[in-house]
């Protein structure tokens, strides 16, 4: 049973609904709170994929950032930016090879640095999706820049 502690602001979170000590302050579909672009972490980490693309997709570069470290410190595992450095490094190969096309190639070079994580569990190919995201989104916006600057 949550906790609640009247008078002090602290939201209790209810199923449907967030209510504080001045009555119902969200209501929320499923796992997305309206008024909001929060997703309970939770959800995140069961809803099927179709589902998570869904709630990625429209996400900016930031908010895919900020539910990847949130994700991360649920896990445990490498900083965000090693995960970053991580997936750069399989992306741009020392040999200089083609770009991998697979999400696949990708999971498998950061799968390692979550020995935690049982092999069956989808979390971390569910950390690189808003990962990957958030990268793309940021050179798009790099790239975008730099033809304006041109």
């Not at 209810?14 to 579909?29: A, D, H, M, S």
């Not at 793309?136 to 916006?141: G, K, N, S, Y």
């Given at each position: 049973?949550?906790?609640?502690?009247?008078?002090?602001?602290i939201?209790?979170?209810?199923?449907?609904?967030?209510?504080?000590?001045?009555?119902v302050?969200?209501?929320?579909?499923?796992?997305?709170?309206?008024?909001?672009?929060?997703?309970e972490?939770?959800?995140?980490?069961?809803?099927?994929?179709d589902?998570?693309v869904s709630?990625?997709?429209?996400?900016?570069?930031e908010?895919?950032?900020?539910?990847?470290?949130?994700?991360?410190?649920?896990?445990?595992?490498?900083?965000?930016?090693?995960?970053?450095?991580?997936?750069?490094?399989?992306?741009?190969?020392?040999?200089?090879?083609?770009?991998?096309?697979?999400?696949?190639?990708?999971?498998?070079?950061?799968?390692?640095?979550?020995?935690?994580?049982?092999?069956?569990?989808?979390?971390v190919?569910?950390?690189?999706?808003?990962?990957?995201q958030?990268?793309?989104?940021?050179?798009?916006?790099?790239?975008?820049?730099?033809?304006?600057?041109?």
């Amino acid at each position: 049973m949550p906790s609640f502690i009247p008078a002090t602001g602290i939201t209790l979170h209810l199923e449907g609904e967030c209510v504080n000590r001045i009555g119902v302050v969200e209501t929320r579909k499923d796992a997305v709170v309206k008024g909001s672009n929060r997703v309970e972490l939770d959800w995140l980490l069961k809803c099927n994929v179709d589902v998570l693309v869904s709630v990625i997709r429209p996400l900016s570069a930031e908010s895919c950032e900020q539910y990847a470290k949130t994700i991360l410190s649920h896990i445990g595992g490498p900083s965000f930016e090693e995960l970053l450095s991580r997936i750069v490094e399989a992306m741009v190969k020392a040999d200089g090879g083609a770009i991998p096309k697979s999400s696949d190639e990708y999971y498998f070079a950061v799968r390692d640095m979550f020995p935690n994580v049982p092999k069956e569990s989808d979390v971390v190919g569910r950390l690189l999706a808003f990962t990957m995201q958030a990268g793309v989104l940021r050179l798009e916006r790099h790239q975008t820049h730099l033809r304006k600057a041109n």
